[in-house]
C-alpha cells in the first residue's frame, strides 16, 4: 500500500508536472504555483531530504515561468526544465544550491534526462533536442518536421536513448496528430518505427532493461494504450481491469497511474496499478485519498521505493511504496 507522507502547505494554484527520485532518501517534485491566477507563474522544487519534503529555494526569474519535467542522477546533479518568456528554462541542483542554465532556443522544453553531469538531454516542441556535455550546449536536429516535437525521453545509457512526441499532419479541419519515436545509438539519433499506430501521440516512455522498454500512447477518446518493446518487436500489453472509466496518464516499467470515474459521475479518483508479470494488480491507497476527487496524478521509482503524488481539494499529497 502507498503511505502518506507529510508535505508543506501549498497554494491551491500548484500544478503538479513530475518527478524523480535516486534512492530510498533522495527525490524531487517539479511543478508550478500561481496558475490559472492574477499573479506571474513561478517554478516549484520540492526535495526530500530522508525525514521530510522542503520547499526549495530557487534563483529568481524575471517573467511568469513553469516547470515540466525533472530528472537527477545523484543527490548533487538534478536538472528540471520549463519555460519561461518564450524560452526554455533550465534549473541545476549541485547539492549545495539552484542555477539557472541558459541553453539554446527551442519552442516549448518538455523533459529532460539526465544520465551524468556531462550528459543531460532536453526534449520539447520542434525538431531539435538539445545537450549538455559538462561545458557547453549543443542542439541537433532528430526529427524531419518542424510541425514534429518530442514530450518524453528515457535511456539504458548514454548510447541507448528513447524519446517520443507527435507531429501534425494535414490542415484546417483535416488536421490529425500521428506518433512519432527516435532512438540514439553510438551512431547518432535515428527515427524508428513504434508500436503499428496511425494517430495519437506517445506520451511517456520508461526503461526496465535494453529489451523491455514501456511506451504509453494516447488516441483520442480512445484514451491510453501500453506497448513493450522486447528488444525485437513491440507487442500490446493489457490495460488494468477497472469498474467504471479509467483515464490513464503515464507508464513506468513496471507501473501504470491515471484516474478513474465512477458510473454517472464526473469525479476523478487517483489510480495506480502493478505489473505482476502476467496482469495488473490495482495498488491500494488509505482510504481517505481513495475516496477523494483527485487530479495532477503522477509516480517515480528508484530501487525498492515508489514516489507517487497527487492533487486534491485539500492540497498536495506525496505518498511513498517500499518493497515488492
Partial sequence: M????????????????????????????????????????????LRWTGTAWRVEDLPGIAAAASLAGISATGPDDVWAVGNSAGRPLVLHWDGTRWHLRT?????????VLALAPDDVHVVGA??????????????????SSDREGLQTVTATG?????????????????????????????????????????????????????EDVWLA????????????WDGERWRPAPLPAESGRLSLHGVAAGWTWGVRTTRHSFETHPAFH?????????VPLPDSLARTPASHVGLATAGDTTWAYLKTAAGVHVLRHTGP
Avoid: C, N
Fill in 274 to 282: 502493478r505489473w505482476t508479470g502476467t496482469a495488473w494488480q490495482d
Fill in 2 to 45: 502507498f503511505r502518506p507522507v507529510p508535505v508543506p502547505a501549498l497554494p491551491p494554484s500548484t500544478a503538479l508536472a513530475d518527478l524523480t527520485a535516486t534512492g530510498d532518501d533522495h527525490a524531487w517534485l517539479a511543478g508550478t504555483t500561481g496558475v490559472f491566477t492574477s499573479r506571474p507563474s513561478a517554478p516549484l522544487i
Fill in 103 to 111: 541553453p539554446p532556443a527551442i519552442p516549448w522544453a518538455k523533459a
Fill in 217 to 228: 500512447h494516447v488516441h483520442g477518446s480512445d484514451g491510453l494504450a501500453v506497448h513493450r
Fill in 126 to 143: 520542434g525538431p531539435d533536442v538539445l545537450h549538455w556535455d559538462g561545458t557547453d550546449w549543443h542542439r541537433t536536429a532528430v526529427l
Fill in 158 to 210: 548514454p548510447d541507448d536513448i528513447w524519446a517520443g512526441g507527435a507531429g501534425l499532419a494535414g490542415v484546417g479541419p483535416a488536421t490529425y496528430e500521428y506518433p512519432v519515436l527516435v532512438r540514439r545509438t553510438a551512431t547518432g539519433w535515428h527515427e524508428v518505427r513504434g508500436p503499428h499506430v496511425d494517430h495519437g501521440h506517445v506520451t511517456r516512455l520508461a526503461v526496465a532493461t535494453p
